[in-house]
């Protein structure tokens, strides 16, 4: 593979990122995005049923556009290749949003104050993948045997996933949260939703920069481990590109969907750390066996599923 090799064309390229400003737009000035408020459930599931569609949607006019331009067979395999992917970002987001909620709780970050942090976080995270989608990419076309460092990765980072699944993440002393009070000058007390105060002609960070910063920090944590993921699916910039962009876009109401509801899914953590073992193992038997789309679609599906089902039936210890 030399070069960026992608089916769209720049006028793609350069409408999704059109799209992706409008609907950014739309959310901060016209829904309210940049007002503190409670957001209810009905309004979470509402927003990830928009956004859900929308991948859908995309997907399928990516499909009638190239079954006119370059043939059925590229287009069914491009369309396949873009759902898998966004299966795979959109669960592992679900990963963000346990973290997410323990940020929140850790800080005590009212839920009408979430929304504004989780935004900013969502742009922060889009400037991010873009840019580690696009170096991603190049370094796959260039040196392919990256795509087996990938697999060993994933591999490893899954089966660590599944020795901690049970244990929480110690945000209260995250080195990043160390680094940044030993570094700025931290405003204590309640400020609202502001980012910075000034207080005595010097300028103050609030405690909900602090939340902001590690929201940050996780989703670049994560997009360690989602984007490897979706080069297993597909090396397509594009597909890779619009794939996490969507599941990105709907994180936020999938958080506040989520957020009341987290404890009963307890086993989606072994899920998702077995749909990583899966695809880092799949990378890694490349040379040997290519496992088509559609059974890597269909073993993340049944992963994702059982987990969840199992949460269900089976209660936390504490629980019991």
């Known amino acids: 593979m030399n070069g960026l090799e992608s089916i769209a064309s720049v006028p793609m390229w350069a409408g999704f990122i059109v799209f992706v400003l409008v609907m950014l737009a739309l959310d901060l000035f016209v829904f309210g995005g940049n007002k503190a408020h409670k957001v209810s459930v009905k309004e979470a599931a509402i927003w990830s049923l928009v956004w859900v569609s929308m991948a859908m949607i995309f997907n399928g006019g990516l499909w009638w556009y190239l079954n006119g331009t370059v043939g059925a067979e590229v287009a069914n395999q491009k369309a396949l290749e873009f759902f898998s992917g966004y299966l795979i970002e959109k669960a592992l987001s ?8 323990l940020i929140f709780s850790a800080f005590q970050v009212p839920i009408q104050y979430q929304r504004r942090v989780l935004i900013y976080g969502v742009l922060g ?3 991010m993948r873009a ?13 392919s045997w990256v795509l087996y460092l990938f697999g060993a990765f994933l591999l490893i980072t899954g089966v660590r996933m599944l020795v901690a699944a049970d244990s929480e993440p110690d945000v209260a002393n995250n080195p990043v949260l160390r680094f940044a009070r030993r570094h700025l ?3 204590d007390g309640d400020h609202g939703e502001k980012f910075m105060v000034v207080k005595g002609g ?3 960070v609030t405690p909900l920069f602090l939340v902001l910063i ?9 997009a360690v481990d989602s984007i490897p993921a979706i080069f297993a699916i ?5 597909i890779v590109f619009t794939s996490n962009l969507f599941a990105i876009l709907g994180l936020r109401a999938l958080y506040f969907l989520l957020v009341d509801v987290a404890d009963r899914f307890h086993l989606l953590k072994f899920g998702l750390a077995m749909v990583l073992v899966f695809i880092g193992a799949k990378m890694l038997i490349m040379p040997w066996y290519h496992v088509p789309v559609e059974a890597s679609l269909m073993v993340v599906a049944v992963l994702i599923a059982s987990s969840c089902l199992a ?9 019991k």
């Open 94 to 101: 679900v990963d963000n949003v346990f973290v997410f909620l």
């Open 125 to 127: 995270a889009i400037v």
């Open 131 to 143: 840019i580690m989608i696009l170096a991603g990419a190049w370094v796959v076309s260039e040196f």
């Open 185 to 187: 000058r931290v405003a």
């Open 202 to 204: 010097l300028r103050y």
């Open 214 to 222: 590690l929201i940050e920090v996780t989703d670049l944590i994560f």
């Open 234 to 238: 597909t090396t397509d910039p594009f």
């Open 311 to 319: 949460s269900v039936f089976i209660a936390k210890k504490e629980d």
